[in-house]
């Protein structure tokens, strides 16, 4: 490939639209404006949103909810995810994030295990949290569930 043959892709480029050329091209005498008004004049138009001078919808409609500054958001694992590692593997927030066993979460609290799934392999799992249901089926299967 060289430089001079690159093209944009066919159809990503439009010819400019000639406005005002005659009443055979289509787009003659008011350029498709229409006869007067806000619309055809320049810079005419109003804002997104704006109704007419009616109060708009956005404001109309009552706020809700809230964004708790104290919520801490946790890296979720399932045991689906760690039930294909070896036995003895030792999971911790590092491990999960190396391996892409869960998905980041911005400004997180550490990691939490989830109960969804089966597990059949003695795993040494660290995390700051565990559901009820992922603790008992660690120590189930014969491995450790250290809380930090």
Excluded at 45 to 55: L, M, S
């Amino acid at each position: 490939m060289r430089i001079d043959t690159i093209q944009p892709a066919v159809g990503a480029n439009r010819p400019a639209k000639r406005l005002g050329r005659g009443i055979g091209s289509g787009l003659g005498k008011t350029s498709g404006k229409g006869h007067k008004g806000q619309w055809a004049r320049s810079g005419g138009g109003v804002r997104p949103g704006f109704e007419g001078g009616q109060t708009p919808i956005h404001r109309r409609l009552p706020k809700r909810g809230f964004n708790n500054t104290f919520r801490k958001e946790y890296v979720i694992v399932n045991l689906s995810a760690l039930a294909s590692l070896e036995a003895g593997t030792v999971v911790d927030y590092d491990f999960v994030m190396a391996n892409g066993l869960a998905k980041q979460v911005k400004d997180n609290a550490g990691l939490k295990v989830l109960g969804g799934g089966e597990l059949n392999v003695a795993l040494t799992v660290k995390a700051a949290k565990f559901s009820a249901s992922a603790k008992e089926a660690i120590e189930k299967a014969g491995g450790t569930a250290e809380a930090l």
